[in-house]
């Protein structure tokens, strides 16, 4: 089972950037799918992003479409989020999980899941 350890957040101003990173142990990463999911206090999980390992085929929450970028870097077995045009409703506790089906819904039974990191975006 491989271990994961999320790291990267912070607080930030509205407009402003992050990358996570996710850097994983006890296993090599190369056949996993990965992704993020966040949560705010009082709210819901929810879905950010996924990448497939076979192709990095990336998918988005429509909510992070085309300001969060999801990739992977297998040499390093670290996943990342780049994270632009930050807006106030992206603060929550991001969270990196590996190891589930390619399928609607798997992403919440993924066998590994990091600890998170909290990312504040000031207005």
């Known amino acids: 089972q491989v271990q994961l350890v999320e790291s990267g957040g912070g607080l930030v101003q509205a407009g402003g950037s992050l990358r996570l990173s996710c850097a994983a142990s006890g296993s090599a990463i190369d056949r996993y799918n990965m992704g993020w999911f966040r949560q705010a206090p009082g709210k819901e999980r929810e879905f950010v992003s996924a990448?497939?390992?076979?192709?990095?085929?990336?998918t988005y929450a429509d909510s992070v479409k085309g300001r969060f970028t999801i990739s992977r870097d297998n040499g390093k077995n670290t996943l990342y989020l780049q994270m632009n045009d930050l807006k106030p409703e992206d603060t929550a506790r991001y969270y990196c999980v590996a190891g589930f089906l390619w399928l609607q819904g798997e992403m919440n039974s993924a066998r590994s899941w990091g600890q998170g990191t909290q990312v504040t975006v000031s207005s």
């Open positions: 990448i497939r390992w076979s192709d990095s085929l990336a």
